[in-house]
């Protein structure tokens, strides 16, 4: 039997504080060598991508991918599929668009619990969409967030965000007056838009900001600027291979000669030590995140156990048992 969780089980199931728990396993393990990660695979339709990512975690004894059909105008189709790495058997399908809502946020927490200043009160974030709210909420579980200025096109859109997230966040939020005025000052800034433009100047960024772009998944994205990537001190990826095959904001700046892909850090080596992150107050940091399905197969094994407590779900009469 195989049990069946759907997008209402997974919110009950997963807090955004466990989240960042459990991604920041899933970067331990990947940079010990004990988790494996495959980059995204894309098979391209006229009018429509199907998108594949895998992974495997022997330590909490999951194999497996997500897979998700995104066609504009139409409902995302994402599902996790968790199997199990000694029998072989599959143990969970997961609709998985809030898991991997929660989980990307998640990454941001854990970046920013490692590359922020301990003192980061202030946040400028771009973009109001649904991953977003989820970035907002990370950074705030691990620091002291107490005001965010949020810009974006649609004014209306980025009050009712403001109005919206006030309610699940302690910080004050307000619309930005402008670019600048969401980077001017912030101890932390967040990217998460479709930009294929740099949202704002890298010359505005202070001494001991925290950038984490987030949006930029694709080689035809970019959200910021070869400014940032001169003055950043510290750059990190989630993961040098996935950073190669779709980090927008990186390629530019790799064909200028500022970056190679084999000398950027990765947040693995970073929480376990191979690689320092911030070691002072002043530098600004810079963390590049694209996605890894072995940070869905950590999030996925804690709603599948806790499923499994709760009795919640829907056994399909399908596969072996265990």
Request: aromatic share 6%; hydrophobic share 40%; net charge neutral.
């Amino acid at each position: 039997m195989v049990l069946y969780l759907n997008e209402s089980d997974v919110r009950q199931l997963l807090t955004m504080s466990r989240a960042v728990e459990e991604v920041e396993r899933a970067f331990s393990a990947h940079g010990r060598g004990k988790a494996f990660d495959v980059p995204r695979r894309r098979t391209r339709q006229p009018g429509g991508h199907l998108h594949i990512l895998q992974a495997a975690a022997p330590e909490i004894g999951y194999i497996g991918y997500k897979a998700y059909y995104n066609r504009p105008g139409k409902p995302l189709n994402t599902l996790l599929h968790m199997m199990n790495h000694e029998q072989g058997n599959t143990e969970a399908i997961i609709e998985s668009d809030w898991l991997g809502r929660i989980r990307t946020g998640a990454a941001t927490g854990v970046a920013a619990r490692y590359l922020a200043r301990q003192d980061a009160r202030v946040m400028g974030l771009f973009g109001y969409g649904r991953h977003a709210r989820t970035q907002l909420e990370a950074v705030c579980t691990v620091r002291g967030i107490e005001e965010v200025k949020v810009f974006g096109r649609n004014q209306d859109a980025v009050r009712a965000f403001c109005d919206e997230m006030s309610q699940r966040v302690a910080a004050r939020l307000r619309p930005a007056a402008s670019r600048e005025d969401a980077v001017r000052g912030s101890h932390v800034v967040v990217t998460m838009t479709k930009a294929s433009e740099p949202l704002f100047d890298g010359r505005w960024l202070e001494p001991g900001t925290f950038v984490a772009a987030t949006g930029s998944n694709a080689l035809d994205r970019r959200e910021i600027d070869l400014e940032t990537v001169r003055r950043a001190d510290v750059i990190v990826v989630d993961s040098r291979e996935v950073a190669q095959g779709e980090c927008g904001d990186l390629l530019p700046a790799y064909e200028n000669g500022l970056v190679y892909w084999e000398d950027l850090a990765d947040m693995g080596g970073v929480v376990t030590g191979r690689w320092p992150g911030r070691t002072s107050d002043d530098q600004i940091t810079l963390f590049e995140s694209h996605g890894m399905a072995v940070q869905d197969l950590y999030a996925g094994a804690v709603v599948l156990a806790t499923a499994r407590e709760r009795g919640m779900g829907v056994q399909l009469p399908m596969g072996a048992a265990g």
